[in-house]
């Protein structure tokens, strides 16, 4: 089955760390860009971070640049989110998506997202 | 990178056809033809309905259509359902080499 399953939300202090992770499967994982993207329940859909197929390229929003880190490891098909210095606007619905072989390709698959609450 | 400007709510009766605009500037929507089109409906995972400005992945309704004029992209929906009543997104690749989405519309289907 074609999916990918993120892991790792959670409740985290402010200034805290969370690693999310998103296994995927059913697909040629070391193909694609992988995202990330996040939502506030109730609220719009925003861009994190992007990575490109092979970990040499990758792209962040500025909100999250120099906090927040996009890895991936092809030869377990998974990709990571490491995200420090949490505030409480980082809390929210975490996606992760994949996109295509180019960075400007839209976004064909979704996981279910996991959830993430910034709070003490 | 401000968020694309989408009206907040669009409705429509069964059967009528509706649009959704979606706004940005010369370095996104204006910029490029990577406009893509996200459905959501409550609870759920986003679902790609049209990429590239106007292209449909295989398996979405061909009631669905995407367009472009200068910098604002549209998504319009013919021949209303029910099942269509969700939140869409527009999304844009930008000069930045980064991602923007936009604020959202809420579809009702009357």
């Known amino acids: 089955e074609v999916q990918l399953v993120e892991s790792g939300g959670g409740l985290v202090q402010p200034g805290g760390s969370l690693r999310l992770s998103c296994a995927a499967s059913g697909f040629t994982f070391r193909s694609y860009w992988m995202h990330w993207v996040r939502q506030v329940p109730g609220k719009g859909l925003v861009w994190v971070s992007s990575?490109?197929?092979?970990?040499?390229?990758?792209r962040y929003a500025d909100s999250v640049k120099g906090r927040f880190t996009i890895s991936r490891d092809n030869a377990k098909n998974t990709v990571y989110l490491q995200m420090n210095s949490l505030r409480a606007e980082d809390t929210a619905v975490y996606y992760c998506a994949r996109g295509g072989s180019y960075l400007q390709d839209a976004i064909h698959m979704w996981g279910q997202g996991t959830m993430v609450t910034v709070s003490s | 990178q401000s968020a694309l400007t989408q009206p907040a709510s669009v409705s429509g009766s069964p059967g009528q056809s509706i649009t959704i605009s979606c706004t940005g500037t010369s370095s996104d929507v204006g910029g490029y033809n990577y406009v893509s089109w996200y459905q959501q409906h409550p609870g759920k995972a986003p679902k790609l309905m049209i990429y590239e400005v106007s292209n449909r992945p295989s398996g979405v309704s061909n009631r669905f259509s995407g367009s472009k004029s200068g910098n604002t992209a549209s998504l319009t929906i013919s021949g209303l359902q029910a099942e269509d009543e969700a939140d869409y997104y527009c999304s844009s690749y930008t000069r930045s080499r980064t991602a923007v989405f936009g604020e959202g519309t809420k579809l009702t289907v009357l």
């Open positions: 990575m490109d197929s092979d970990g040499s390229d990758t």
